[in-house]
């Protein structure tokens, strides 16, 4: 009987193993198991380890899977540099702009289900974006000031604009009279619903004609409200019932609530604030679909392992293989025009011809090797966080690479950095 029930625990214990196994990422046995170099990989952590001694950032972690498999998992220097608390693989990022995929996933599993159409215009689906006007700034030569006036749009913005940044919304980073409109709105309100910041939207011009320019903006905040509308759930719930439980990413989602996870948020160095910052420990109101979320570097390798499987991780489907490839094909016809941030905010990776880059449904997607200046591939594509995280995909070299760390001032720098130290690690 004894005999039995060692049997019995031992093929218990086997199947928990396999089961943890499949619910995430294996691990390589090491990097050469996947063709890369464990002598080369050495050189992102001695360059992350010198900057964090340096004192340029407060910590880091480094994750690169190939082939399916982790190959590099590191976490450099401190989550919270004030309070002299260690960085480990499990701390918890503000991800910002990095909850743009799951946006797009969102819009895109529910286009799959017939309920949302790319082509509609945005009204359909939020009426109060019906008959939006565009801001044009105008000279009165008689006076000498320049004023705004209003103008009809000449085609509505489609949903398809919203996914590729073109709908004529802005962020109100700059100073433009439309922007100093969009700050005095308040369109950044912890406190305000998706629904509150639609109602606000609707009361303010275009910055551009919809479907002419690329402006980074609020356009996948606005996504978000159409989830909402179409699917009949809060967004909040949508992305935790019908993405992250399913890729069983246990550390993502709207906020770091609850003993465990509290503990584990990585924080801005003093030197280094943003408004952007929320508070992630508390519940917050706004469930930003632009730039809301928190996760780990382990959890957003799931999903875009997911991207890299062809919409599917662990048998779990959320989308076809020819969804991700529409989301990672280039979106932007010849003739767009770029606003004269584009570049400032997203240097090498600013999604133009002359960077070899274009954008997609979600992220930046390479068209060209030799127009840009970074090693890659054609059709990888990435998107980044304002506080300093990074990601990409490279499905020809069937790799992953994610950098999370806070510190806004270097993000720009590190996303280069990264880059050049992971490709010259490849020697298959």
């Not at 945005?122 to 044009?136: A, M, N, T, W």
């Not at 604009?161 to 369109?187: C, M, Q, W």
């Not at 949508?238 to 990585?266: C, M, N, W, Y």
């Not at 069937?398 to 490709?423: C, E, F, G, S, T």
């Amino acid at each position: 009987m004894k005999i039995i029930t060692r049997i019995m625990v031992a093929v218990l214990f086997m199947l928990m193993v396999s089961m943890a196994s499949a619910q995430g990422l294996p691990n390589a046995k090491n990097p050469e198991e996947v063709g890369l170099s464990s002598e080369r990989l050495k050189r992102i952590s001695a360059w992350m380890k010198a900057d964090v001694e340096k004192g340029v950032i407060p910590g880091a972690v480094v994750l690169i899977a190939r082939h399916g498999k982790i190959a590099y998992f590191e976490a450099f220097g401190y989550r919270d540099r004030e309070k002299n608390l260690p960085m480990s693989r499990d701390s918890i990022f503000r991800i910002m702009s990095m909850t743009k995929p799951f946006t797009s996933l969102a819009i895109m599993m529910l286009v799959e289900e017939g309920k949302i159409q790319l082509y509609y215009p945005v009204s359909r689906y939020l009426p109060e974006f019906k008959d939006l006007k565009v801001g044009i700034e105008k000279k009165d030569e008689a006076t000498g000031k320049t004023e705004l006036v209003h103008e009809p749009a000449k085609r509505e913005m489609a949903v398809h604009d919203l996914l590729r940044h073109t709908s004529g919304l802005t962020y109100g980073f700059a100073r433009s009279p439309i922007e100093v409109l969009y700050n005095a709105a308040k369109v950044f309100d912890w406190n305000q619903t998706n629904a509150e910041l639609i109602t606000k939207l609707s009361k303010l011009p275009l910055r551009f004609q919809p479907g002419t320019t690329w402006e980074y903006s609020l356009s996948t905040d606005v996504l978000g409200r159409i989830v909402e509308v179409v699917s009949g759930m809060s967004f909040d719930a949508f992305i935790h019932e019908r993405i992250t439980k399913p890729l069983k990413q246990s550390d993502t989602g709207f906020g770091a609530e609850g003993t465990g996870r509290q503990e584990r948020v990585a924080e801005l160095p003093k030197d280094q604030p943003s408004p952007f910052a929320q508070d992630v420990t508390k519940p917050n109101k706004w469930h930003s679909g632009g730039g809301g979320m928190v996760s780990t570097a382990a959890d957003y390798a799931y999903l875009c392992q997911m991207f890299l499987n062809g919409g599917s991780l662990d048998g779990v489907r959320l989308v076809s293989r020819k969804t991700v490839e529409l989301m990672t094909a280039n979106h932007l016809p010849p003739g767009t025009k770029f606003s004269p941030l584009t570049y400032p905010l997203f240097g090498a990776f600013s999604p133009t011809p002359e960077n070899g880059h274009g954008f997609g449904l979600g992220f930046a997607v390479r068209t060209d090797m030799g127009m840009s200046s970074l090693p890659g591939s054609i059709r990888d594509y990435s998107w980044a966080g304002a506080l300093g995280t990074f990601f990409w995909i490279d499905p020809e070299e069937k790799l992953i690479a994610i950098k999370m760390m806070q510190a806004p001032a270097q993000r720009l720098h590190y996303r280069y950095m990264l880059r050049q130290l992971v490709y010259q690690a490849i020697v298959d």
